[in-house]
């Protein structure tokens, strides 16, 4: 503000000054040509005389001179007349000047008149040189008026200058005063822009610590979570009666389910970390909802009825990741379930609506009659770890991250979700994606509960030299008895270094290679197999690992493994990937041999 009103002051001043000089300069002007005209009259009055005394010493050549100069004084006159008739100052003088001038001129005119007989000297004494001295003296005073004013205006401007400079000095203070407190300021923002990135560094820092020691905690849950469903995958394909089927199906169930809270934890911290990436596929929709609905926790029942309906509009192959709309569609029905004792479950499926791009909103819709939620409660089903009611937790269990899963799923599907529910009469939760139709697809993979039946005669179909390569016990040897009941005898390593040498020893066709080991991990060992045969296609190596977390895929793809199969392992994933790679394998020892033999 005080900036402001000084620019305003000097603006103003400026204004003031350039209209101060304008006047100044017009009186200047005026008052100078004045006085010119005064003396230039005084001039010409001094020259008549002078002709007028060379007349009188019988000069008549100075008639006509003196006619001229009377003329002239005629029309110069003019001068004493306005400083008579105006508003100056010095009125009084220029009158008497002007009476003064006009009797002389008539004087001398009276004395041209008698033709060079002039008068005598007394009269013409009175006559001559009486104003001279009027007009000198008027001269005078209007000098002494100019140089008055011209001393004013030199005071004025000098009194300017002092105000100029006292004007500068104080916006000079006021900037040296607010660049200090600006510069304070800055320091202040600067200091507390340092606090926020090392709170920043640190929170990175410890989301960093977080993830690597949910890395580590999920490496170690899964590898003996592996072992108790690999194990009871195994049991449950063995000679058992009826009661022993029941509890090997049992504990596999419950590995399951903890390794689903397992997997949330992991979903979770992916999400969170921003490394969850859409694979979408050409996917028949309405097979992945009917695959989904095989696989709830709980079927339908006389007291619980739960069903599905699929609008006509919905086109049959839509451009989607099905495995996590699969996931995100078990969330939302697996919480009715949860939350339902009788009534009914629904989901619906349409599309609600298609652009001229042909990207389309298909919409979902879970209707269940079950317990409810309170209005003041629905904002809070979306968040981490948070229950709507702590009672549920008791009741029903749960981690409180599969709706909050969901959500973000939905959000990376550049969808919406709505709830509308209440206490007591149930709850319905609509969301939609977008996606696009297609012609043609891949058939949605199934996660059903049956166990499929190991093919024993598949050594016979495939016969191949298998290296196994876990630095755990368990995992060894369950691979190993999966291997087994596939036909296949293998060697096993407990290490990375181990399993190099035996390379070096023996020629093996499929490596199933551990990536966390001990004195040497599974990256490197690769890395010195692919050097030792200098084949990169051959021996095929599968990478068995328990980190789900991140790029654990793509380091062993990296490190020059063809494969991944990730911990825990069902036994139908190990046949499912010998299956894949074995007629590659016969081909190229076919190839080699032919060319050894030619």
């Known amino acids: 503000m005080v900036k402001l009103l000084l620019i305003l002051a000097i603006i103003g001043g400026g204004i003031s000054l350039f209209s101060y000089n304008k006047e100044n300069t017009a009186y200047f002007k005026q008052k100078q040509h004045l006085v010119d005209q005064l003396v230039s009259l005084s001039n010409l009055l001094h020259s008549a005389h002078y002709a007028y005394i060379n007349l009188i010493g019988a000069d008549s050549a100075q008639a006509d001179s003196l006619s001229n100069y009377l003329n002239t004084l005629g029309k110069e006159k003019g001068i004493l007349e306005v400083l008579s008739q105006g508003g100056e100052s010095n009125k009084a003088e220029a009158n008497v000047a002007l009476t003064s001038l006009e009797s002389e001129l008539r004087f001398y005119s009276g004395q041209l008149a008698q033709n060079g007989n002039v008068l005598d000297v007394g009269e013409a004494g009175r006559k001559m040189g009486a104003t001279q001295p009027l007009l000198d003296k008027l001269i005078k005073q209007e000098r002494e008026e100019l140089k008055v004013r011209i001393s004013q205006n030199d005071g004025f401007y000098e009194n300017l200058g002092f105000l100029v400079v006292s004007v500068g000095l104080l916006v000079l203070i006021m900037n040296i005063v607010l660049y200090f407190r600006s510069k304070k ?4 923002q600067m200091a507390h822009a340092k606090e926020i990135h090392n709170a920043k560094l640190a929170a990175q820092s410890a989301n960093n610590a977080k993830s690597e020691y949910l890395a580590m905690i999920s490496h ?3 590898t003996p979570m592996n072992g108790v469903l690999g194990m009871s995958n195994l049991l449950m394909q063995g000679s058992l009666n009826e009661e022993q089927k029941e509890y ?5 169930h419950s590995a399951e389910s903890l390794l689903r809270i397992v997997n949330d934890v992991l979903d979770f911290s992916r ?7 859409l694979d979408k596929t050409t996917t028949n929709i309405r097979e992945l909802i009917a695959q989904t609905f095989a696989i709830l926790p709980k079927k339908s029942s006389e007291q619980l009825k739960i069903e599905y309906w699929v609008d006509e509009s919905v086109p049959q192959f839509v451009y989607i990741d099905q495995i996590r709309l699969k996931q995100v569609l078990l969330n939302f029905l697996g919480n009715a379930v949860k939350f339902t004792a009788q009534g009914s479950i629904t989901l619906e499926c349409k599309v609600i609506d298609t652009d001229e791009t042909g990207f389309m909103r298909l919409g979902f819709i879970v209707k269940d009659t079950g317990i409810g939620i309170a209005e003041d409660r629905i904002k809070l089903l979306f968040k981490p770890f948070v229950q709507v009611d702590h009672t549920t937790v008791r009741k029903y269990g749960g981690t409180g991250l599969g709706l909050n899963i969901a959500y973000n799923l939905i959000s990376m599907m550049e969808g919406k979700v709505k709830v509308d529910s209440v206490v007591g009469k149930g ?3 609509t969301f939609f994606i977008v996606t696009k139709e297609m012609s043609g697809g891949q058939k949605a993979k199934s996660n059903d509960d049956k166990q499929p039946i190991l093919d024993v005669a598949l050594s016979t179909l495939y016969p191949l030299n298998i290296l196994v390569v876990d630095d755990n016990e368990i995992n060894l040897m369950l691979i190993t008895k999966t291997l087994s009941k596939l036909g296949y005898e293998c060697k096993k ?11 070096k020893q023996n020629e093996f066709d499929l490596i199933f290679m551990d990536m966390q080991m001990p004195i040497m991990d599974g990256t490197v060992a690769t890395t010195e197999i692919r050097k030792h045969y200098r084949v990169y296609e051959y021996p095929v190596v599968i990478a068995l690992t328990a980190n789900a977390l991140g790029d654990g895929k793509d380091k062993c793809l990296e490190a020059g493994m ?7 392992f069902k036994p139908a994933e190990i046949e499912e990937v010998i299956r894949k790679w074995a007629p590659k394998i016969v081909k ?5 041999q032919s060319i050894f033999l030619s």
Not at 185 to 188: E, G, P, R
């Open 562 to 568: 063809q494969d991944f199969i990730a911990k825990p």
């Open 427 to 429: 709850s319905i939760f």
């Open 493 to 503: 390593a407990s290490n990375g270094q181990l399993a190099v040498d035996l390379v």
């Open 588 to 592: 190229y020892k076919d190839k080699t």
């Open 248 to 252: 090997a199906k049992t504990i596999h």
């Open 271 to 277: 999400i969170e970390a921003g490394k969850i990436q």
């Open 220 to 222: 170690e849950i899964r």
């Open 185 to 188: 300021s800055l320091q202040k």
